[in-house]
């Protein structure tokens, strides 16, 4: 492993899981990103899973893509919203993907005959992965999935060990996220379960150079004081972190503890700035302010027990609400239940706009395709994203006629396959050949509403999906009462549609929300708010 220039912070958490290693991660990543300096980062997960792909969303969160069409935890999603910079596949490793790449090299020979052991065989793969993706960057952050003590774990929290003696412990820094549990009978906040995590970390040879401390209530410098004594990391590098009101207030609580200098005179790091958080400071004004103005929008949803399945999409609506300085109310919208409801518009009525999310498979899809008519019937803002393409169209084909019309995802006999598989993806529905992941080209109708508000014509949008619209009904659409306004140029295919005469119907193939940012929000989102603030005011 060939020395280079970059700076490595690897962050690893104890006690529980859920403490918040990716905001804090993300949130290192911004304010050295804010001081000028070339900032990346990375997951590495313990789940013997090649890529986030197959995670189940109700227990993992959404599955983040990438541009590159990496799909990933969704803690990428958080690194791109906090840096404003879009990660790639060099920034997912899970350890199916490593010891498929080691176990392939042994069958290859590539070890010469050696016993292949997880040290220092599957520790030196992560040890490379981690390498190649630190390149060309003057930081490279690296969080660790799971919690110190973990089984699965222990070879990742080996490998970053090695790491750091190998490209020399003045490059590398360790950040350990901790709990500190507050017992309301005594009115204490407790620092033994944070002494514990450091002692274990410690013991598999990792000294944390600084120790982020969540809590749910506010804590003080005895707190602090107690938890340098016992783990011997100085006061100055320890941060405490209480419940936000929202999670993009993290960066600058860090950057008022100081974490970011001890951060800087630890590596030895010349930033090229000082810290430029100004638009950061002002959106999260806006984030945290109560406005007079309020927007009801109902999400309309299998996944009714996690908002983590959605989060991209949510993050996108909050950022849209605060740009246009108005209070965001999010419904779910069981689309189960709303398939089976003998009055369906009881849960869609209050509702100042609806979003139909991503999503796989048969359950739910009536009561998605039940809002997305209601919508277009109703003059109801909408804007459907991926499956909430495919449920628009058949919508408006079964207003118009076809009432059997259907995805063959759902419907393999349908007698009108307005979503389907193309002819040159037939067969192939097993191998991954009829996904499309990532970054597409699109071409915008000039006088479309999509063009309006993206401002421009051409753009790029990230996919995650296999079934397209069925082209040999195009030409009914406006019939129907949409249109196709966006068309990807090198394979034909519909990307984007609209209402006719509709104040707000907007569904695209690809996934608008992995774009978005808070102090930047997305077009589409943004449009969605505005119509739904005219709405409440008709």
Known sequence: MAEGHTKYIFVTGGVLSGLGKGITAASIGNLLR???????????????????????????????????????????????????????????????????????????????GDDVQIIPHLTNAIQQYIYVAGQGYDIHIVEIGGTVGDYESLSFIEAIREFSIKVGREN??????????????????????????????????????????????????????????????????????????????????????????????????????????????????????????????????KYMDNTDTYMSVF???????????????????????????????????????????????????????????????????????????????????????????????????????VIDTMTDQKGKENTGGTMRLGNYDCRLTKDSLAAKLYGKTAIVERHRHRYECNPKYAAEYERWGIRAVGINPETGLIEVIEGINHRFFVATQFHPEFKSRPTRPHPLFDGLVKAALQNMDK
């Open 34 to 112: 804010a001081r000028g300096l070339k900032v990346n980062l990375q997951k590495c997960d313990p789940y013997l899973n090649v890529d986030a792909g197959l995670l189940n969303p109700r227990e993992h969160g959404e599955c983040f893509v990438t541009r590159d069409g990496a799909e990933t935890d969704l803690d990428l999603g958080h690194y791109e919203r906090f840096t404003d910079e879009e990660m790639t596949k060099d920034s997912s490793l899970m350890a199916g993907r490593v010891l498929a790449k080691v176990i392939q090299d042994e069958r290859a020979g590539k070890y010469n």
């Open 315 to 417: 993050e996108a609506l909050k950022a849209a609400a605060w740009s246009n300085e108005t209070d965001l109310e999010i419904v779910w919208v069981d689309a189960v239940k709303l398939g089976d409801a003998r009055n369906p518009s009881e849960a869609l009525a209050s509702c100042n706009a609806i979003v139909v999310p991503g999503g796989f498979g048969s359950r739910g899809v009536n009561g998605k395709i039940i809002a997305a008519e209601y919508a277009l019937t109703n003059n109801l803002p909408y804007l459907g994203l991926c499956y909430g393409l495919h449920m628009a169209v058949i919508a408006a084909a079964r207003l118009n006629g076809l009432k059997q019309a259907n995805t063959t995802e759902v419907d393999p006999n349908t007698p009108d396959p």
């Open 172 to 301: 590398c820094l360790f950040v350990h996220v901790v709990y500190l549990p507050y017992l309301s009978a005594s009115h204490e906040i407790k620092t033994k379960p944070a002494q514990n995590s450091v002692r274990e970390l410690r013991g598999l040879g990792i000294l944390p150079d600084i120790l982020v401390a969540r809590s749910e209530v506010q804590t003080n410098g005895a707190a602090t004081r107690k938890l340098s004594l016992f783990s011997g990391v100085n006061e100055d590098a320890i941060a405490l972190l209480p419940n936000a009101r929202t999670i993009y207030e993290v960066p600058l609580t860090l950057e008022d503890s100081g974490i970011a200098k001890v951060i800087i005179n630890k590596l030895g790091i010349k930033y090229r700035q000082p810290a430029d958080l100004k638009a950061w400071r002002s959106m999260v004004k806006r984030a945290t302010t109560a406005y007079d103005k309020k927007i009801t929008v109902g999400v309309v949803a």
